[in-house]
């Protein structure tokens, strides 16, 4: 079965702190994902990557940063958290087709909401 | 740049009634895919259905189906015989391929309310 695990599904930081989120899928998946999820404005992606060392600036990569170091794993830095980060932080993965192969859907995970005080 | 636009922030259904959650998307993309997700209080994202650009026909799953107009660019998600479990935060997606993957795009969300 599908599985896609988040390290923690609440986490509380203090403003200035290095928060390390990390993300494990077992599907030997070739791209994964991270969003932020906020009300009003649905999911968002920070980050995503393709292959291991391999990531792609999203939509709002700003105070964040990512590592690949291995294919099941994908991790999400804040290096400086601050309360406007305050929010769900939800890791996927989807398989890779190819081109001219159907895309597929993401398999998420349970989310981690971050606190920052 | 992809865009998806759910103009209902919420709805309500009477249980066993049909609902239909809004979705329109903004692409110049050849090729694309469409996709609904189910947000239970819990978290968890689930995925619902699959529409591709080039299927003729629309995407059907249980008693989900998706009503797909190319032309008018939406793609409506319609649940037939609600049930209570239903109620749910409900986000549209679009994906397209990138140079060595590719990404997603959601919605801001429609909350479904089944009221018994």
């Known amino acids: 079965d599908v599985k896609v695990t988040q390290s923690s599904r609440y986490l509380v930081k203090r403003t200035g702190e290095k928060v390390f989120l990390e993300c494990v899928q077992d599907m030997d998946h070739e791209n994964m994902f991270w969003y932020r999820q906020d009300p009003g404005l649905g999911l968002r992606l920070i980050y995503f990557s393709y292959d291991v060392k391999m990531k792609e600036k999203g939509d709002i990569p700003e105070g964040y940063s990512v590592s690949r170091e291995k294919k099941e794993r994908f991790s999400l830095i804040l290096e400086s958290a601050s309360t406007n980060q305050t929010s769900m932080y939800l890791c996927a993965s989807s398989p890779w087709g190819g081109r001219g192969l159907p895309v597929w859907t993401q398999y998420f995970g349970p989310g981690t909401r971050l606190l920052v005080l | 740049a992809q865009k998806i636009t759910q103009t209902q922030p919420g709805m309500f259904v009477q249980e066993k009634e049909a609902v239909t959650l809004d979705c329109t998307y903004d692409t110049s993309d050849p090729s694309y895919g469409l996709f609904w997700y189910k947000q239970p209080s819990s978290g968890e994202m689930i995925f619902l259905i699959y529409?591709?650009?080039?299927?003729?026909q629309n995407a059907t799953e249980g008693r989900y189906s998706l009503n797909f107009q190319k032309a008018r660019k939406s793609a409506n998600l319609v649940i037939s015989a609600s049930q209570l479990g239903d109620s749910a935060m409900y986000f549209c997606?679009?994906?397209?391929?990138?140079?060595?993957?590719?990404?997603?795009?959601f919605g801001p969300g429609t909350r479904l309310s089944v009221l018994p």
């Open positions: 997606a679009s994906s397209r391929v990138v140079n060595y993957g590719q990404n997603f795009v």
């Open positions: 529409q591709g650009s080039y299927d003729q």
